[in-house]
């Protein structure tokens, strides 16, 4: 079946700092993905999305890689913050209304 | 994005019981699901709530289980039956929302713990 896994269980980074965190997926149909953020205690938040006819994708502060040749894909975050700490996970929209989840990445920013 | 609300927030249940957990939206959308995050897993697709009938279940899940009810376009509840100590999880209500892609969106949790 298909998978969605994250290179790095954990990731600390300077105050300051960018942050990459990435993902990998198998499924080469696999046609718009999402980057999730949750932090303790509350639900996945929403945080950017790319479609497949897209390598690039910028919102404020976090900019979104796909890499169809390899099926990467990676949530950069810009001049992290300590706000930024949470688990993020990526997400993959295979058809229709399924979507399979990374195993996620936690994100600890250091001051 | 839709505001996505749901109840209770946290329990502490007793073994064999079960639970009911709603999800209210505030606007009517047309696809809910259900989703359940094990403690410090990714989140794993329970079923599709599908308003005027039977919801959709991904393998490994059953209406059993895991009764769903979908009885308009704004609200559906999820049950745990015949909870065990497995069953502790966070259960999460997601929204998909019209827009270029099949953007969903998660209410907070309902975070149940089972003793």
């Known amino acids: 079946g298909e998978s969605v896994g994250l290179h790095l269980p954990t990731l600390s980074v300077q105050e300051g700092d960018n942050s990459i965190i990435n993902c990998a997926y198998s499924n080469s149909a696999s046609d718009y993905f999402i980057w999730y953020k949750q932090e303790s205690g509350k639900g996945p938040q929403f945080i950017i999305d790319i479609r497949s006819n897209m390598d690039k994708r910028q919102g404020q502060r976090v900019t979104v890689l796909l890499n169809k040749t390899v099926k990467h894909l990676s949530l950069q975050i810009a001049a992290t913050q300590p706000g930024d700490s949470a688990v993020y996970f990526c997400a993959e929209n295979i058809e229709g209304n399924q979507f399979y989840f990374g195993t996620g990445t936690s994100l600890t920013v250091i001051p | ?115």
């Open chain 2, 1 to 115: 994005s839709a505001v996505i609300s749901q109840k209770p927030s946290r329990d502490i249940c007793q073994r064999g019981t079960s639970l009911t957990i709603q999800c209210q939206v505030d606007s009517q959308v047309t696809m809910m699901f259900w989703y359940r995050q094990q403690p410090g897993q990714s989140l794993t697709l329970i079923a599709t709530a599908n308003q005027g009938s039977e919801a959709t279940y991904e393998s490994g899940f059953v209406i059993d289980k895991f009764p769903i009810s979908r009885p308009n376009l704004t609200f559906s509840t999820l049950t745990v039956s015949n909870m065990s100590p497995e069953d502790s999880s966070i259960y999460l209500c997601s929204v998909e929302e019209a827009g270029p892609g099949n953007t969903i969106y998660f209410g907070e949790g309902s975070w149940l713990t089972v003793v």
